[in-house]
């Protein structure tokens, strides 16, 4: 996974990871955003409608093995699960195509994205960095908010606690464009659908410091967690490089295939501190699209993971 050549992208990550460190402060070993998770492991098996959509490999396989990890949000390792600040939950997928060769989704429990780029994203970082409890409103960070209608929508859209990681939607926050075996090109979002669909807790209702977390391992020890794959699909004209746009629900959805999770993943602390997750596709079929946040993305991933992996491995605290 190489750095993009663009000195700017790997600056502005440079920055961007400075902006979480500022935030919540150095955890040594850990992400800087999503930084509590769980790694489990099992299939991805293929729909029969994906061919219709693209031509990559994990979909015209009868299966390939995966690998995920749930998050909370935040730098915190021991964030409490029942901290609005866990929110959104996260979701990422490995689909591992053979030795060092995989694809990679990666996507949160709400549908879009604060900004449209990276710039806007440090400005929205660096706002919260200066709105301490002690800094007299206007804060910079509503400051902020108010004047970007889309960030605005992102703070204020609901963001319900999960009966589990295993009862939640997840969006990919960027479109790509998808290539099947006639050629034809259609662009699209990844959604992450649960097979017994979505269950959120009451109102707050009471859970422990790792309820979510807990009750992933209980659930995958009794028996398989399955997602569908979707991927939204593009109408002509819809904005395709801008992750604050949201598409109608009446765009097609298309179902990619069936994720099947059978086991959590051994040594979970030590696998979770050396993946890097990888927002490109970098594989046949799936192409990134020209929104911005991607190669920033990737840098970001790259820069801190390299990071993660040369600390010492701590037990979180």
Do not use: C
């Amino acid at each position: 996974m190489p750095l993009p050549q663009d000195e700017r992208i790997v600056a502005l990550a440079d920055q961007i990871i400075a902006q979480f460190d500022r935030i919540f402060g150095l955890h040594p070993g850990f992400r800087p955003a999503h930084a509590k998770g769980i790694m489990l492991t099992g299939t991805f098996k293929p729909a029969p409608g994906g061919k219709a959509l693209t031509k990559a490999p994990h979909v015209t396989r009868e299966s390939t093995p995966v690998t995920v990890r749930f998050s909370n949000s935040t730098v915190i390792p021991v964030i409490p699960d029942s901290s609005p600040d866990a929110n959104p939950r996260g979701f990422a997928i490995r689909v591992n195509l053979a030795e060092h060769v995989h694809t990679d989704i990666v996507a949160h429990s709400t549908d879009g994205f604060p900004t449209h780029d990276g710039k806007e994203f440090l400005e929205f970082l660096e706002a919260i960095a200066a709105s301490g409890p002690d800094v007299p409103s206007p804060k910079p960070v509503e400051v902020f908010v108010g004047s970007h209608p889309a960030a605005l929508a992102f703070v204020q859209a609901p963001k319900p606690f999960p009966v589990s990681f295993a009862t939640e939607t997840y969006f990919g926050v960027t479109a790509y464009a998808f290539t099947n075996g006639d050629g034809k090109k259609s662009f699209g979002r990844y959604r992450i659908v649960p097979e017994g669909g979505n269950e959120f807790l009451a109102d707050g209702a009471a859970i422990s410091q790792n309820f979510h977390f807990d009750e992933i391992a209980e659930r995958v020890g009794k028996g398989p967690i399955r997602f569908k794959v979707l991927v939204q699909v593009a109408a002509d004209g819809d904005v395709t490089d801008n992750a604050t746009v949201h598409w109608p629900e009446s765009r097609e959805q298309v179902e990619l295939g069936m994720i099947e999770l059978t086991a959590l993943v051994a040594d979970n602390l030590v696998e979770q501190k050396q993946i890097i997750w990888d927002p490109i596709p970098r594989v046949e079929g799936i192409e990134s699209s020209a929104d911005p946040l991607l190669d920033l993305r990737a840098a970001v991933y790259l820069i801190s993971g390299r990071r993660r992996r040369a600390a010492p491995l701590e037990e979180p605290k």
